[in-house]
């Protein structure tokens, strides 16, 4: 009796050093964001004020209405929404068919072929930055989005995507696909009807890397376009400066929290199936 | 042969009135050759041309300003062993790796650790944890070096404790740790969540045994959790190592390669010579460089796997 009362007290008080432990680790990874939000609506004076408010005094939404003044924001917004949704729907596609037919087609050479395609795990774009720069500059798409669409949807970036799916595809067993088959499916058929909707977790882990690929991409961007209206976000967010090159922090922080909080309230919301979807798939190892 | 086997007794033949040579099995070939197409098309296209081109344009003197596109040999290449700003290139390289891949590996450990501890809760801090991985990433970065500026965030609450805390992004030592740490902040939740994963298929029994044969904790995490998730340790830390070596944006955000060249790593400066330089030639040399060391890093990782995975799937 008094040694099980010793113990609970004693789990209580590392339970209570655990939480701690958990909450000052905590703090980097809310803070900016916090800040990022509450900066925003804080005039450009209290932003850098000492020592530094949580909450602003006042709060306004004077430097989002001069985000839309100061650049195109709108149409670069557009454009890196249309190019994710648009990259996203062609790395499902292109990776689930390739996937499916590496994992359960037994067509000539498909190992080799297979091999051959994982050389792009160790070929980031960042290698081929250069040639692939001539590439589009040989077929006059510099300073248009197709290099921004076509790079991650069939190159290097697409390989894990593919990988992810083939794991996958791999562990489904074949009794599954059998009774497609009595029912007269073709092979697109079983890939439709029976792989797909049975591959949801790889599919959602596909979607959410290779949309936050392309909402993040940047170097591409740098190095493709040059008309500010066909920038996308991450490119826009860093041409927020005054006459002078310094950077204008109040519309530059406005601009920010744009840019992110969509994306953080949809990982919030959904993230149960966000951070399951990744951790189920073949990268558990 | 087993191949023939392997499908099933109705699609064997031919169709009626079809060709002979029509077979299921080629037709199923053939399925196999037109699903794969797009991602070997974009292979071929995207990843082995560039591939190609790249050491061909290392073998010529480019400058596309200048124009022109001559033959040199192996001129570039001893402009690279002789590139005075090379080896601080490259040990800004390492020390950006080294560091990023250490703390982003046992920081991502320790958090997984402690979320798999049977606590209330622990989904809120996964969820804060792997936040900023949801984050866009120049936004997440804009932020830091806001916070990190002389009168910025971080300093502004370190004096609220009374701590003066320096100018972060213009120290040269300050700056290259302050890169890693807002990459390591920004990306630790996947590997967290990989690990984590990976701890929760370690059986239960396993742990209950040794208990019962007396093992502490410290010899409980080395010889059974540690051997348990060796695989996914493999798997992120190729990930993390590759993923270190292509980091662009949080270095021209953050520092633009500075103070001096403090932060300037490999992409970056294949990036000026390329892009703001406007020399091809020795970009494409810069990038046969990078290509090669990935290559190595990865299959010493890969060699190493042999050594110290316990248990593969």
């Given at each position: 009796m008094k040694t099980e009362r010793r113990t609970t007290a004693r789990s209580r008080r590392a339970r209570l050093a655990l939480y701690g432990l958990l909450c000052v680790l905590a703090v980097p990874f809310v803070f900016p964001t916090w800040w990022m939000v509450t900066s925003s609506l804080k005039p450009a004076n209290e932003i850098f004020a000492f020592p530094p408010s949580i909450l602003p005094s006042d709060p306004s939404f004077a430097a989002y209405g001069r985000v839309f003044e100061f650049a195109p924001f709108a149409a670069q917004y557009l454009n890196s929404m249309y190019i994710a949704a648009a990259v996203t729907v062609g790395t499902l596609a292109v990776s689930s068919l390739a996937g499916y037919a590496f994992a359960r087609i037994r067509f000539p050479g498909h190992n080799l072929l297979f091999l051959v395609v994982l050389v792009g795990l160790l070929i980031p774009s960042e290698v081929t930055i250069v040639p692939l720069f001539q590439l589009f500059n040989g077929l006059g798409?510099?300073?248009?989005h197709w290099p921004l669409l076509l790079i991650p949807v069939f190159g290097a970036p697409s390989v894990l995507s593919t990988l992810i799916m083939r794991q996958f595809f791999i562990a489904l067993p074949a009794e599954v696909e059998e009774a497609g088959r009595m029912d007269g499916l073709g092979r697109f058929g079983l890939y439709w009807r029976i792989a797909l909707p049975l591959s949801r977790p790889a599919l959602g882990a596909v979607a959410i890397f290779s949309f936050l690929h392309s909402w993040n991409l940047y170097l591409e961007p740098v190095v493709f376009l040059s008309t500010p209206e066909k920038f996308t976000i991450p490119q826009a967010l860093t041409q927020f400066t005054d006459a002078y090159g310094g950077p204008m922090w109040d519309v530059q922080l406005s601009a920010a929290t744009l840019s992110a909080l969509p994306v953080l309230i949809v990982f919030v919301i959904a993230q149960r199936q966000f951070v399951e979807g990744l951790a189920h798939t073949g990268l558990k190892g | 042969m087993t191949q023939v086997r392997s499908t099933p007794p109705g699609r064997e033949q031919s169709r009626p009135g079809g060709p002979r040579w029509w077979t299921a099995r080629r037709r199923d070939h053939l399925a196999g050759f037109l699903f794969a197409a797009p991602q070997l098309a974009g292979t071929a296209l995207f990843v082995l041309l560039p591939l190609g081109l790249m050491f061909w344009y290392s073998l010529h003197d480019w400058n596309v300003l200048a124009g022109g596109f001559t033959w040199t040999g192996g001129e570039n290449y001893e402009r690279l062993a002789q590139d005075p700003a090379l080896p601080g290139v490259l040990r800004a390289t390492a020390a950006f790796s080294i560091g990023l891949v250490a703390l982003n590996l046992s920081l991502a450990l320790v958090l997984a650790i402690l979320l798999d501890q049977k606590l209330r809760g622990t989904v809120v801090f996964r969820t804060i944890f792997f936040s900023p991985v949801a984050v866009t990433l120049v936004a997440w970065t804009i932020v830091w070096r806001f916070l990190l500026q002389d009168d910025g965030g971080v300093n502004g609450l370190l004096s609220v404790v009374g701590a003066e805390g320096p100018n972060w992004l213009r120290g040269e030592a300050t700056a290259m740790a302050s890169v890693i740490v807002v990459q390591v902040l920004k990306n630790v939740g996947l590997n967290m969540v990989l690990f984590l994963a990976a701890l929760q298929g370690v059986p239960r029994e396993l742990y209950e045994a040794s208990t019962i044969d007396g093992a502490g904790a410290w010899t409980r995490f080395r010889r059974i959790t540690m051997p348990m998730i060796s695989p996914t340790i493999l798997l992120t830390s190729i990930i993390t190592v590759v993923g270190s070596l292509q980091v662009f944006a949080q270095i021209d955000v953050l520092t633009s390669g500075g103070p001096g060249t403090s932060t300037t790593v490999l992409v970056y400066y294949l990036y000026q010579n390329a892009f703001q330089f406007h020399d091809f030639g020795y970009g494409a040399t810069l990038s046969v460089l990078l290509f090669a060391i990935v290559l190595v890093l990865t299959v010493i990782q890969w060699q190493m796997r042999r050594k110290w995975v316990v248990h593969e799937d």
């Open positions: 798409l510099v300073d248009t | -």
